[in-house]
């Protein structure tokens, strides 16, 4: 009796440990997700929204069995701070990591998202980009992705193991449709698609802020031949897929790391930058995780690349950290769409800038805190294209018509655009008088967005640079005793509005104790017109002399060209040359804006060989000595 109660006894201990431990049938319910992301590119350029010229059948088959979304949105409008926001599923702004490759830290809790997909049991592989713009980037890695490399995929993990893979094509990038040389282009994309493949440069249509000419026509071919090879990769991945009969228990995502890589759209705070492409398809057994259905099935929500982390955490079964705000989008968690999103953009490379955007999918509002840096800002890896450099050409030859010169031009404080009726964003309605109530709703969005997150970009760069020695952005920012928001927010929100009003509150701003509401006021100033600043030249001398450098730096700046003090060009010199990077840099490209850079020729040349130089501050001075004819701007000239 005693033996036959032990067997029972130890029957059932086998059954509970077999219960407590996932088998391989509870894992084959989660899904397997495949992540197909590809570069620069915005949906304008994809056969399956609308583009006739495009030839991305693959693409189009997705959407065609899938569902397509039509308002998908970056939360960043270059690489680095865009994939952060992915892999972290946190704005930038609130975790300091705005500024495209700035490598800060964040704090230990916020992981790479597909650790938590590992807790549920996934094998997570990245095939092989990663960016991130986090500190410690290795370490960070690591923890995410049971395999990051070129390598990686789903066939190396357990039998009946659920995966999570991410292919990241590079073809559609940046360097392929504009930065590398054509002949580079002829031989790593052209010449990889056969002549009856091949998009010629007479097959599309222009957008009106470029020049419709042979020249520009033969730069913009490039985009569309890059699509069309990057298509072509995901096909073969797809045929794979199916080959190891995964494709009937796998979810696909498809999306772009963000807008459009040509000039006016990457790094730059509009749709054009903002808006890209993105598909779901559902195999049929996971067809109800889709509140949609599938089978061409477009959506019209809301969705930014910080809804990612929490949706796929529910799709794994787990439970969504607190830190993780975005919406999950899809299955049993999945939360009611939103109203509208708010999206920024900030430096990239060594183009300085800070917009934030409210879009509610009709209508994208842009702040420009920045307006006297125009929408194709000198940022050395665009410069060397030669789309850009037949721009600047253009320009000069007075071939451009309105809209493409003020691609040139000081932008306004604030861009209103209606997508619906001007996909192309040509005509800003921040101006018009019976868009007027749009216009106040956005700028309400946005000043409650900025006041809720505690938008913490709101720094200048050299002081985040100074808070990560000891803290985190993220953890800082929520100090309301040392980040005062509410008060550097209202100086903030003068920038970029011009006349002698704001003049006068901007100057009375620069006697405030907080030195963040300064330099505020200072960068407003910037904006101001000689004219109207001309009163009150004894307070920007004050100003130079501020012992905060970022307003002493921008004050000098302001000091040299609008009134052309000596005295500003001898600072400006000596900040050129300072010890911090961030420092540097703010007076090497405020050189760019200015109308005299002559004097600042020996000084360019210096500091670029400096030994404590980055690249940010060597490709500043690379655009300032470009600029004036004395550098070839080319991608094979080294500096």
Known sequence: MRIKQFFILLAATILGMQCS?????????????????????????IGCYGNKAARTPVIDQLAEEGVRFTNAFSTGTVCSPSRTAIITGVKTYQTGTGNHRSKYPVPDFIKGFPYYLQQEGYYTTNNAKTDYNVAREKNFIDEAWDESSGKAG?????????FFAVFNFIESHQSRTMTETYDWYIKNILNHLSPEERIGEEEFDMPPFYNDSKEMRKQMARVYNSIHLTDKKIGQLLTRLEKDNLKDSTIIFFFADHGEGMPRGKTNGINYGYRVPFVVWFPEMYEHLSPWGSGGVITHELVDFTDLAPTLISL???????????????????RDPVEQLILSSDRSDNGI???RTVTDGRFVYSRNFM??????????????????????????????NS????????????????IENDLWETKNLAENSRYQSVLDKMRTLLKQEVLQSRDV????????????????????????????????????????????ETIKKQIKLLSSPDEIIRYWAILGLRSQSQNDLQPYAEAVVQAMED????????????????????????????????????????????LLYTEKREPFIETVKEVRKLPGSTYNIRAACMDVLGSLGLVPNNPDFKD
């Open 403 to 418: 809209l493409q010169k003020s691609l040139f031009e000081e932008r306004p404080p604030e861009y209103l655009f209606d």
């Open 316 to 334: 794994a079964g787990g439970d969504i950290p607190g830190h993780l705000k975005g919406r999950p989008f899809l299955g049993e968690k999945r």
């Open 353 to 355: 800038d800070m917009i």
């Open 371 to 400: 307006p006297y840096i125009n929408e194709v800002r000198y940022i050395r890896y665009m410069e060397i294209g030669e789309i850009k450099q037949q721009m600047r050409k253009d320009l000069a030859e007075n071939k451009l």
């Open 154 to 162: 789903w066939w190396n993990r357990q039998p009946g193991q659920p």
């Open 457 to 500: 970009m709101f720094l200048p760069e050299y002081e985040i640079g100074l808070i990560s020695d000891t803290t985190t952005a993220y953890e800082f920012r929520t100090s309301k005793d040392a980040y005062q928001l509410e008060k550097i927010y209202d100086a903030a929100t003068l920038a970029g509005f011009r006349g002698s």
């Open 21 to 45: 431990q996932p088998t391989q049938g509870d894992m084959l319910q989660k899904p397997h997700i495949l992540w197909i992301t590809i570069e620069d590119t915005s949906p304008q350029f």
């Open 547 to 590: 012992d905060y450098p970022p307003v002493a730096v921008i004050a000098s700046s302001i000091g040299y060209n609008h009134f052309g003090y000596k005295e500003a060009e001898i600072k400006l010199k000596k900040f050129c040359t300072d010890n911090n990077p961030d420092i540097a840099l703010m007076a090497v490209y405020s």
